[in-house]
């Protein structure tokens, strides 16, 4: 068989053809895997957001008992599981309202010094206005240590507060000296009187959106509500519960025990003759 030049371009092309081709096959297999892969993560996160516990609190911002429960409770907790969890919060509490008809003005009155409810209205245009929610949970967790005595310098305390966070104060603000912050109260109010069962005592919390006494509010209720994988914090936590329901249970068994000796053994210490 003669060999000619013509043979060898024919060859020459037929093997750059199948490369091309093999190459091409390779990249989209390569391209394939990539967007399967993002597709994998993207799916996985979604299903961590949708594990993530939804905590609601009705509240009325100077009330002592919510002070006690956002200071002593709540944002202790957030600090250690704001990855798996999110706050909702709603500042209204037994605020009273009146309504002009014609103006379509509302007058508030708030208890606990608070007579204008101003700092239910900074909250409320503070939870329109800052974003991060771990910002909105600083500004609003340092709000509630404002004392009593200077809820007459309420604004211009909280703007000092403001102003230690990278958020714009002057929309709060503008909120706060407008009917908007009137109209946020409003919307509360409407989630609040909606409540079932119906809010006796503030603060009020839900979570994923069942009804939970604000004196069982513990992080081992978020940790078991979370449906995703458990962060350290939580395995940590359910260890030390472990052990102290161990310890616990031990201490019953010892203590039963000492009454059961101690009641087999007095009547025969009883009944022994006296010398």
Excluded at 32 to 61: P, Q, W
Excluded at 202 to 224: A, K, R, T, W
Excluded at 229 to 237: A, L
């Amino acid at each position: 068989m003669l060999i000619t030049l013509e043979n060898i371009i024919q060859a020459v092309h037929s093997s750059k053809s199948e490369s091309a081709d093999k190459m091409m096959k390779s990249g989209v297999f390569t391209i394939f895997l990539f967007l399967s892969s993002g597709l994998h993560l993207s799916m996985a996160n979604s299903v961590d957001d949708r594990c993530r516990v939804k905590v609601e609190i009705f509240y009325d911002t100077f009330c002592p008992d919510v002070i006690d429960f956002i200071q002593g409770k709540l944002y202790p907790i957030w600090e250690e599981l704001s990855d798996i969890m999110e706050i909702h919060w709603k500042p209204y509490g037994f605020t009273q309202v009146n309504s002009n008809q014609t103006t379509g003005e509302h007058t508030f009155s708030c208890q606990f010094g608070d007579e204008k409810c101003i700092g239910n209205k900074i909250h409320a245009c503070a939870i329109k206005y800052v974003n991060d929610p771990h910002q909105l949970a600083d500004f609003l967790h340092d709000t509630t240590e404002i004392e009593r005595e200077e809820i007459e310098e309420l604004v211009e305390i909280a703007a000092e507060i403001a102003s230690e966070y990278d958020f714009d104060w002057d929309q709060i603000d503008n909120c706060l000296n407008s009917k908007e912050s009137s109209d946020l109260l409003i919307k509360y109010g409407d989630e609040t009187k909606s409540l079932d069962p119906n809010m006796t005592f503030v603060p009020h919390i839900l979570i994923n959106g069942n009804h939970v006494s604000h004196l069982e509010f513990e992080q081992s209720i978020i940790c078991s509500e979370y449906c995703g994988e458990k962060p350290e914090v939580c395995i940590e936590n359910k260890k030390d519960e472990e052990i102290e329901k161990y310890s616990s249970s031990q201490k019953r068994i010892f203590s039963s025990s000492l009454s059961l000796a101690i009641a087999f053994l007095m009547p025969m210490f009883l009944s022994k003759p006296q010398n």
